[in-house]
């Protein structure tokens, strides 16, 4: 089945522009247009739409108000804001509404490829309950502790951005959210990702103030961690697999973006997890329950209870968010090696590889049976003989 995307604009010329552009498209997807908010909703009500594009200045009901309303009547629909850089109010309006926001006019390649991204991803997640609460996200929750020391640094009239960023880089759902908007075209900023402190830098003190006093797009996470879970350890593992996966990149690698990709992966691999746990909490506690009497790992548990797993709906939010390709991959085969195409040296090969070597040196960190190195991938990608090294090198006993 195509993928049906619904695009919204006031302006004729433009609409027409966009169908011309997008012909070549046709055999993949399925196009639809709108000259208003109000025709947009009568459109989604009688037909299935997998992505809407919006302008963001209409007269009546303008862009934002109408993907506030498409993501609480149709949170499966992915949503995209088109808008010029004098918009800057009212993309804080709608930052835990929209996907992704493209600047206006459109760059053809760009628009496209946001697109084709949509499209791939409407075909990787299987379980349509989870695609639905995935695609209504606008955020993820964070740590209490963490939430609170940001909003009385935030507040400092000595704060400074770096201070603002240390506390952003210990918390997965406010590490992801930067990331995000350092890589929306709005901000024009899309470029190689260093980490979140880079991501924070870029986006200056004065929008992280917006972000955290006016749109409040952190949140705190009203679900503690369980006996069971605890969200503070899944940071941990994952800035040290992070660690791990840029260790076996400097040593396979000088391609910066590379090393630089791997890492944002590698802090990023189980934030399926953090979703899951916070909005999903007994059926996850359930999995973890599962993973640990029936001796399985957690991978396993998950597809059990809830029919998907956390590289699932991780990869498909954070494709949503606009990350960078080989992060989703990364995100979503980490732990499925045998279904990545073309054996190679990739971000989801060193964080699988680190992910085995984090969980191997601190089994403590794990939940249920540790994932298994896949010592065929390994050998198809001809990598077979480097893994003693890596360990080596994540042990520190080799420069």
């Known amino acids: 089945m195509k993928t049906t995307v619904l695009f919204v604009d006031d302006d ?69 804001m088109l808008t010029g850089h004098a918009d ?44 639905r609460l995935v695609t209504r996200l606008g955020k993820l ?21 770096g201070d603002v960023a240390a506390i952003i880089e210990k918390d997965i759902g406010m590490s992801a959210k930067v990331l995000q908007l350092v890589n929306s075209a709005f901000f024009g900023l899309y470029k190689s990702i260093d980490s979140p402190l880079r991501a924070v830098n870029l986006l200056g003190l004065d929008t992280i103030k ?15 961690s369980s006996d069971v879970f605890l969200v503070g350890e899944l940071w941990e593992h994952s800035l040290m697999t992070a660690t791990f996966a840029k260790k076996i990149a400097v040593a396979e690698s000088g391609d910066k973006q590379f090393i630089d990709t791997v890492f944002i992966a590698g802090m990023m691999h189980d934030v399926g997890k953090l979703l899951l746990f916070s909005t999903m909490r007994d059926a996850y506690v359930q999995a973890v329950y599962m993973a640990r009497e029936h001796r399985i790992s957690l991978y396993q548990a998950e597809h059990h209870v809830l029919h998907s797993d956390h590289s699932d709906v991780g990869s498909y939010l954070m494709g949503l968010w606009g990350l960078p390709g080989e992060v989703v991959e990364a995100l979503a085969f980490h732990h499925r090696l045998d279904d990545y195409p073309a054996p190679s040296l990739s971000a989801a090969v060193v964080v699988h590889v680190a992910d085995v070597i984090c969980l191997h040196l601190y089994p403590e960190m794990g939940i249920g049976t540790p994932p298994v190195l896949n010592q065929g991938y390994l050998e198809q990608a001809g990598l077979a003989n480097r893994f003693q090294r890596w360990l080596r090198k994540c042990q520190g006993k080799e420069a």
């Open 12 to 80: 004729l010329n433009i609409l027409s522009g966009l169908k011309r552009m997008l012909r070549v498209m046709r055999e993949q997807m399925d196009f639809h247009f709108a000259e208003s908010g109000r025709e947009a909703l009568e459109m989604l009500a009688g037909q299935r739409i997998n992505v809407i594009v919006s302008d963001m200045r209409m007269p009546g009901m303008d862009g934002a108000a109408l993907l506030t309303a498409v993501q609480e009547r149709y949170p499966h629909v992915i949503r995209i």
């Open 88 to 131: 800057e109010e009212a993309i804080f309006r709608t930052v835990g509404v929209v996907h992704q926001f493209l600047a206006k006019p459109a760059d053809p390649d760009a628009l496209k490829a946001v697109l084709l991204r949509a499209c791939a991803l409407q075909k990787l997640m299987k379980n349509e309950q989870l695609k």
């Open 141 to 161: 929750p964070s740590l209490p502790a963490v939430y609170a020391e940001l909003q009385r640094k935030i507040v400092d009239p000595n704060c400074a951005i």
């Open 210 to 224: 917006t972000l955290v006093l006016g749109v409040r797009v952190f949140e705190e996470l009203k679900t503690s």
